[in-house]
C-alpha cells in the first residue's frame, strides 16, 4: 500500500528523566543544522543488545526488558502487503531491526521516542495510549481520536495489549510499538532523501521492498536542501533555495537530516528538545569538525632554514629545497600526529595523487608529514616541514590538504606551492691556463708548453669560471672532470699520471656553486713525434653531460728528441781518490784495477736526468753490448759501465762518468770502446771514444 504524506504532532514530555541533559556541555542549537547526515544515517551506532542495556539503565523505563516489555518483530515491507511482523522481541531488537532495515542511527529512534512519549525513562508514564502513538506517527493535529481492537500493540509481563480508544493514531496499521517504529524509521529516511533531491532512493534487499517510493507519482513535500531537485518522481526538475518556514521564521535547511527532523516535527520546541536529548545522551549530533586555515608558508634550500627562496621557489631538477607550512586549526578537533587518527599534509588536486617532488623522507608520495607539535588545539598553530626534489623542466602547482587519517579530509585551503623547474645546465667559461715547469708552479711558461722535446714534462692549470646552475663536485655519481675534446674522448698522446688517457684529471677544488671558479692541474708530456700541436680540452659533469666547448686548448711546438755526445776528456787513475792519473790510456799488469774518469757535453736537445727515465749511461761498444773484459763487479752490468756523477745534465751541460776497470788475465793491448744510451730511447751517436789499455 502507498504510504500518504502525514503531518505529525510533537507531545513534549521530558518531565521523570532518569538521564537529565547537561545543556551546559551541549552542542548549541542550531535550526539550520540539527544534525549531521553522517550521524543520522549511522545504523551501526548501537546493537540491538546495548539498545536494551541501555533501557535498562531508566529503573522506570516503560520499553526495558527490566520492565518485561516486548512487542513485533518489523520483519519486512512490500508495496501490495504492508509491513510484517513476526515474534515478540525486545525493544532494543524492535528498534534495531527498524535502523537496519531503513540505514538509520538507532540513537535518533532513541531520542524521538523519548521526545515524543518519554517512553524511554517512563517519566510521563507507560500508558497504552503511549505506547500505541509511540512516536507520534499517523497523529494529525486535527485532534481527532481512534479506537482500535484486534492489534498487538505490546506485551507486558507475557500479557498482550490488544485494543486501545481515545488514540490520536489515524490508523490501525500505524498503531502500537512496533507499528510506530519502523513507520517512523521509513518517514524519517524518506524525507532526508527526498530533501537533498534523491528520487531514485528505495530500499529494496531481502524482505524489505519499498519499490512504491520511486514510483512514478510519488511525491515529496517537506523541506529540501538547496539545490535543483525533483519532488516527484518523473517530474520536473525546479530550483530550491533550500529555506522553510518554521514557526514564523525562515530557516534555511543545511542538509537531509535537518530536513528530515523538521518533517516529522516541524517546531522549534520539538527539535531544540530532540537536540538537548541527543546530546545529553549521545554526545555531538555533528561529526567532528576538521578544519585548517594557512598562515605562512616558505621555501628554504635546506633544513638550516637560514637561506629562504620565497614563499614559492625557482629550482633546478633534481634540486632539493625544504618547504615550511603554517597553519591554525579551525575545527573543533584537537590534532595529534600519532595514535589512530593522525593529522598529515597530503596531496590534493587530485586527492591522494602521488607527488613528482615525494622525497623518502615523506611518509609516502601522497604523504609529506605530520605535525612537528605532538597535538595542536584548536585555534592553536601547527608546523608542516619537509624536503621537496624537483623533477624535470617545467612550472609546477603542487597542492596540498591535510587529512585526519581514518576520519576525514579537511576543507580545501586552496594551498599550493608553485615550483618553477629548470632544466640542469652544466657550463663553463675559462677563465686562464697556465704551464709550469713542474707541478711546484715556482717556474711559469706561459698560456702554451712552448717548446717540448719528446718525453719533456710541464705541468698545466686551467682555471674555470661555473657559468652552469648545477654545483660542481668532485666526487660522487658526477664528478666534474677535464677531458680530452676535438674529438670527444679521443686518447691523447700527452698522457702523464692522467685518470686515463682522455681525462687528465678530476676538479681539485671538492665543490663548486654557480658563480665560483674551479682549478684542473696536471701533467703533459710530449709524446715521440715531433711536431706542432693543440690539444684541446672541454669539462665534464660524468654520467650527465659535456659541458659547452670553450675551445680551450694547449698549444705545444714538440721537436723530436735528439740523443747525442762529444767527448770532452778522459783519465785513468789509479783508484777512486784520483790522486794518481796514468794518462789518457794506461799499462796495467793482469788483475790491476784502475778507475776512469770521462767528462762529456750532451749535445742533444733532452735534458738528462740522473733518476728520471731515460737514464743515461755509458755502454760497450764495436761491438755493441758487448761484455767488456776490464768489467768489475761496480758496474751496473758487463755490457753498462756507470751512469753519470751530476743530478741532471741540460743541452750543453757536461757529465761526468767515474767506473773502475780491472785489467784481465791475457796480456796484450786492448782498446776499450764505450759510447752512451739512453735507456729504452736510443744509442746516442758513436764518437769512436776508446781506452787504450797494455796488459804486462
Known amino acids: 500500500m502507498k504510504k500518504a504524506k502525514l503531518i505529525f504532532c510533537s507531545l513534549i514530555a521530558a518531565a521523570g528523566l532518569t538521564i537529565v541533559p547537561n545543556l551546559a556541555h551541549a552542542d548549541p542549537f542550531n535550526s539550520g543544522d540539527i544534525m549531521d547526515d553522517g550521524i543520522f544515517d549511522n545504523s551501526a551506532a548501537m546493537s540491538a543488545s546495548s539498545i536494551d542495556g541501555f533501557l535498562n539503565g531508566f529503573s522506570q523505563s516503560c520499553i526495558s526488558t527490566n520492565n518485561g516489555f516486548s512487542a513485533p518483530d518489523p520483519t519486512g515491507y512490500s508495496p501490495s502487503g504492508g509491513f510484517t511482523y513476526g515474534g515478540n522481541v525486545s525493544a532494543g531488537r524492535v528498534i534495531a531491526d527498524a535502523a537496519q532495515a531503513y540505514d538509520l542511527n538507532p540513537q535518533v529512534i532513541l531520542t524521538t521516542l523519548q521526545k515524543e512519549q518519554s517512553l524511554v525513562s517512563g517519566g510521563a508514564g507507560c500508558s497504552t495510549a503511549a505506547y500505541t502513538s509511540a512516536l507520534g506517527y499517523g497523529c494529525p493535529d486535527s485532534g481527532t481520536t481512534h479506537s482500535y481492537s484486534g492489534v498487538n500493540l505490546y506485551t507486558i509481563n507475557g500479557t498482550t495489549v490488544t485494543s486501545v480508544s481515545n488514540t490520536c493514531v489515524n490508523n490501525s496499521t500505524k498503531a502500537g510499538f512496533s507499528q510506530q517504529i519502523i513507520h517512523a524509521a521509513w518517514l524519517l529516511k524518506f524525507s532526508e532523501q527526498r530533501a537533498k533531491g534523491n528520487v531514485n532512493w528505495a530500499i529494496v534487499r531481502g524482505?524489505?521492498?519499498?519499490?512504491?517510493?520511486?514510483?512514478?507519482?510519488?511525491?515529496?513535500?517537506?523541506?529540501?536542501?538547496?539545490?535543483?531537485?525533483?519532488?516527484?518522481?518523473?517530474?520536473?526538475?525546479?530550483?530550491?533555495?533550500?529555506?522553510?518556514?518554521?514557526?514564523?521564521?525562515?530557516?534555511?535547511?543545511?542538509?537531509?537530516?535537518?530536513?528530515?527532523?523538521?518533517?516529522?516535527?516541524?517546531?522549534?520546541?520539538?527539535?531544540?528538545?530532540?537536540?538537548?536529548?541527543?546530546?545529553?545522551?549521545?554526545?555531538?549530533?555533528?561529526?567532528?569538525?576538521?578544519?585548517?586555515?594557512?598562515?605562512?608558508?616558505?621555501?628554504?634550500?635546506?633544513?638550516?632554514?637560514?637561506?629562504?627562496?620565497?614563499?614559492?621557489?625557482?629550482?633546478?631538477?633534481?634540486?632539493?629545497?625544504?618547504?615550511?607550512?603554517?597553519?591554525?586549526?579551525?575545527?573543533?578537533?584537537?590534532?595529534?600526529?600519532?595514535?589512530?587518527?593522525?593529522?598529515?599534509?597530503?596531496?590534493?588536486?587530485?586527492?591522494?595523487?602521488?607527488?613528482?617532488?615525494?622525497?623518502?623522507?615523506?611518509?609516502?608520495?601522497?604523504?609529506?608529514?605530520?605535525?612537528?607539535?605532538?597535538?595542536?588545539?584548536?585555534?592553536?598553530?601547527?608546523?608542516?616541514?619537509?624536503?621537496?626534489?624537483?623533477?624535470?623542466?617545467?612550472?609546477?602547482?603542487?597542492?596540498?590538504?591535510?587529512?585526519?587519517e581514518g576520519r576525514s579530509w579537511f576543507n580545501s585551503a586552496g594551498q599550493y606551492f608553485t615550483f618553477n623547474v629548470q632544466p640542469p645546465t652544466w657550463s663553463w667559461a675559462e677563465v686562464?691556463?697556465?704551464?709550469?715547469?713542474?707541478?711546484?708552479?715556482?717556474?711559469?711558461?706561459?698560456?702554451?708548453?712552448?717548446?717540448?722535446?719528446?718525453?719533456?714534462?710541464?705541468?698545466?692549470?686551467?682555471?674555470?669560471?661555473?657559468?652552469?646552475?648545477?654545483?660542481?663536485?668532485?666526487?660522487?655519481?658526477?664528478?666534474?672532470?677535464?677531458?680530452?675534446?676535438?674529438?670527444?674522448?679521443?686518447?691523447?698522446?700527452?698522457?702523464?699520471?692522467?685518470?686515463?688517457?682522455?681525462?687528465?684529471?678530476?676538479?681539485?677544488?671538492?665543490?663548486?656553486?654557480?658563480?665560483?671558479?674551479?682549478?684542473?692541474?696536471?701533467?703533459?708530456?710530449?709524446?715521440?713525434?715531433?711536431?706542432?700541436?693543440?690539444?684541446?680540452?672541454?669539462?665534464?659533469?660524468?654520467?650527465?653531460?659535456?659541458?659547452?666547448p670553450t675551445g680551450m686548448f694547449v698549444a705545444s711546438t714538440v721537436n723530436a728528441a735528439n740523443y747525442s755526445w762529444q767527448p770532452l776528456g778522459q783519465t785513468v787513475f789509479t783508484d777512486s781518490t784520483k790522486t794518481t792519473a796514468l794518462g789518457w790510456n794506461a799499462t796495467l799488469t793482469h788483475g790491476q784495477t784502475a778507475w776512469i774518469v770521462m767528462s762529456v757535453k750532451n749535445t742533444g736537445n733532452v735534458t738528462w736526468d740522473k733518476v728520471s727515465a731515460p737514464l743515461v749511461h755509458v755502454g760497450t761498444w764495436n761491438p755493441q753490448d758487448r761484455n767488456s773484459l776490464f768489467c768489475t763487479n761496480a758496474w751496473l752490468s758487463c755490457n753498462r759501465a756507470v751512469g753519470f756523477s751530476e743530478s741532471s745534465v741540460p743541452p750543453g751541460g757536461t757529465a761526468t762518468f767515474e767506473f773502475p776497470v780491472q785489467a784481465p788475465v791475457q796480456p796484450g793491448n786492448y782498446n776499450e770502446y764505450f759510447n752512451l744510451v739512453a735507456e729504452g730511447k736510443a744509442w746516442m751517436n758513436p764518437t769512436g771514444m776508446f781506452v787504450h789499455f797494455t796488459v804486462q
Request: proline share 5%.
Open 207 to 404: 524482505s524489505w521492498n519499498n519499490s512504491d517510493d520511486n514510483t512514478p507519482g510519488s511525491c515529496y513535500s517537506g523541506p529540501m536542501t538547496q539545490g535543483t531537485w525533483q519532488v516527484c518522481v518523473g517530474g520536473p526538475s525546479a530550483f530550491y533555495d533550500g529555506t522553510r518556514t518554521i514557526d514564523g521564521q525562515t530557516v534555511q535547511i543545511g542538509n537531509g537530516a535537518t530536513a528530515a527532523l523538521y518533517y516529522y516535527t516541524p517546531h522549534f520546541s520539538g527539535n531544540q528538545h530532540f537536540d538537548s536529548i541527543f546530546n545529553s545522551w549521545f554526545g555531538s549530533q555533528f561529526t567532528p569538525s576538521y578544519s585548517w586555515q594557512v598562515l605562512n608558508q616558505a621555501v628554504y634550500t635546506d633544513n638550516t632554514k637560514t637561506t629562504l627562496l620565497g614563499w614559492n621557489a625557482n629550482l633546478v631538477a633534481g634540486q632539493t629545497a625544504y618547504v615550511v607550512l603554517t597553519v591554525k586549526n579551525t575545527g573543533n578537533q584537537t590534532w595529534s600526529n600519532t595514535g589512530a587518527n593522525p593529522v598529515h599534509l597530503a596531496t590534493s588536486g587530485p586527492q591522494d595523487r602521488n607527488s613528482l617532488f615525494c622525497t623518502n623522507a615523506w611518509l609516502s608520495c601522497n604523504r609529506a608529514v605530520a605535525t612537528d607539535e605532538a597535538t595542536v588545539a584548536p585555534g592553536a598553530t601547527g608546523t608542516f616541514e619537509f624536503p621537496v626534489q624537483a623533477p624535470g623542466a617545467g612550472g609546477y602547482r603542487e597542492y596540498f590538504n591535510l587529512v585526519a
Open 432 to 548: 686562464n691556463q697556465t704551464v709550469y715547469t713542474d707541478n711546484t708552479k715556482a717556474n711559469s711558461i706561459g698560456w702554451n708548453t712552448g717548446n717540448l722535446v719528446s718525453g719533456q714534462k710541464v705541468y698545466v692549470v686551467i682555471t674555470a669560471l661555473n657559468t652552469g646552475n648545477q654545483t660542481w663536485s668532485n666526487t660522487g655519481a658526477n664528478p666534474i672532470d677535464i677531458g680530452t675534446w676535438n674529438g670527444q674522448d679521443r686518447s691523447s698522446g700527452f698522457t702523464s699520471g692522467w685518470l686515463s688517457s682522455n681525462r687528465p684529471a678530476g676538479m681539485t677544488e671538492s665543490s663548486v656553486p654557480p658563480g665560483s671558479l674551479g682549478s684542473f692541474g696536471f701533467w703533459m708530456q710530449a709524446p715521440a713525434q715531433g711536431g706542432n700541436y693543440r690539444e684541446y680540452f672541454n669539462l665534464v659533469a660524468e654520467g650527465k653531460a659535456w659541458m659547452n
